[in-house]
């Protein structure tokens, strides 16, 4: 790969570390600079600008743009314009690491994590040399040339400027999402199918998204579907995964999708099985804490309703008392508030800003709920823990980001769990 000339990356997490500490070794003459929209950032071996330094681009060879920056700020109209080349991590592997490797690239608006860690146990455990990269396991640079077989995850914040084809591409659903990074649903969608237009071999699709009516015209020709699973495969995943860690039956779909894809990579059935015996629920994924008589359900990842559908479906039976919002993303919250009473909702707590908006329509759909408009998850836990008993499991699913009061949703959920253990009995004040 030839630059010509120093190159910006354009954000400071931990992707921008990782093609940071890649391209100084890779090329070590090699200037890096970069910048970030949240102040003064330092990154090892670059020099930061400011972006008011950065309009500049002419001096740049290369931009390498870090996934939570959205491809559609004008800044990137300006760098096209200039004739200026664009990339991210994820194509700078392809670039330097495809060759002669299988790729399994698995998006989705929910579902996404857990169905990528289970294909790569599923793979791991049929002695197939696999590594788990993206938004979980590591960054892609980070994968690099260390096995046969990468299975990617990724958001649809990679999805719209993937630039090769994976050898399996999957999607586990479609839902509205991300409206304030790409502008629009449609281009939401758009985006995340971009996937698909890049001609990958096979396909998967969940079955929410085989049915998403923006999905089949989306699909480029000559990709051929995974082959289904028998009907007597699919029963033994489905006892599987009742009697593993699993919770749920939108995780049980998960472990269905994840089976074919596994198999479609090189998988034994004997594998499959038992990866998904030894999944173990992702962080702040349904994660539970017990206090005396009472669950806590940490689902901080829960960042749209319909996660937090799923969250309330996998505890169908109990007396819930719900705590959600956070960061609007102009998501709607009427189909949510419609079902609340049914999944055994009896109390709802809702944070800024979106609670503002399903508050709203609770009252309108189940007047019945009591519903609590806090200012902070600390307010929200401190009023449950003064209601007495009218409930036997709290979930904190806020079917929002978190931004608004996080700094991300690890943060959010980590401080739910020490709150839960500081104003409830069972638990230590810290």
């Known amino acids: 790969m030839r630059i010509n000339g ?12 990782s093609t940071a500490a890649f391209l100084k070794k890779r090329y070590p003459a090699l200037d890096l600079f970069v910048t970030t929209d949240d102040g003064v950032a330092e990154l090892p071996g670059a020099t930061f600008i400011s972006p008011r330094e950065a309009r500049d681009v002419t001096r740049f060879g290369l931009i390498v743009k870090s996934p939570g920056v959205s491809l559609y700020k004008p800044f990137f109209d300006t760098v096209r314009a200039a004739g200026i080349p664009i990339t991210s991590n994820l194509n700078l592997w392809a670039t330097h690491f495809r060759e002669d490797r299988t790729v399994v690239a698995i998006t989705g608006t929910k579902g996404k994590s857990t169905t990528a860690t289970l294909v790569h146990l599923m793979l791991i455990h049929s002695g197939v040399d ?18 046969k077989v990468i299975v990617f995850e990724l958001s649809s914040y990679q999805t719209a400027d993937i630039a090769f084809a994976p050898d399996i591409a999957a999607l586990t659903n479609l839902y509205p999402e991300h409206v304030d990074w790409h502008g629009s649903v449609e281009r939401y969608y758009a985006d995340k199918l971009n996937l698909f237009a890049r001609s990958p071999a096979k396909i998967a699709l969940g079955k929410q998204a085989a049915a998403a009516a923006p999905v089949s015209t989306a699909i480029a020709k000559g990709s051929e579907p995974v082959s289904p699973l028998s009907a007597d495969f699919e029963t033994e995943i489905e006892n599987a995964a009742a009697t ?5 039956a939108h995780n049980h779909e998960n472990a269905r999708l994840a089976a074919m894809i596994a198999l479609a990579a090189g998988a034994t059935r004997r594998g499959i099985l038992a990866g998904i015996a030894a ?17 806590f359900i940490d689902d901080s990842i829960s960042t749209t309703p319909e996660a937090t ?21 102009q998501q709607d919250y009427t189909e949510l508030a419609g079902l609340l009473a049914d999944a055994g909702v009896v109390m709802l707590c809702c944070l800024p800003v979106t609670g503002t908006r399903l508050a709203k329509a609770v009252r309108a759909a189940a007047p019945h709920i009591p519903v609590a408009e806090c200012r902070s998850l600390e307010s929200a836990v401190q009023m449950l823990a003064g ?11 806020p079917g929002a980001p978190s931004y608004n009061q996080f700094t991300n949703f690890e943060e959010r959920g980590e401080a739910f769990k020490m709150l839960a253990r500081a104003y409830f009995p069972g638990g230590e004040r810290p």
């Open 6 to 17: 120093p190159v910006l990356i354009y954000g400071a997490g931990r992707e921008a570390r």
């Open 130 to 147: 696999a590594i788990l990269a993206g938004n979980v396991g590591i960054p892609p640079l980070d994968a690099a040339d260390k096995a």
């Open 244 to 248: 593993s860690r699993l919770k749920g």
């Open 279 to 295: 999944f173990k629920p992702l962080p702040h994924r349904l994660e539970e804490l017990t206090l005396g008589n009472l669950v």
């Open 309 to 329: 559908k799923a969250a309330l479906a996998a505890y169908k039976g109990k007396r819930i008392a719900l705590i959600a919002g956070g960061h609007e993303r």
């Open 387 to 397: 209601t007495g008993t009218l409930f036997d499991a709290v979930i904190l699913s």
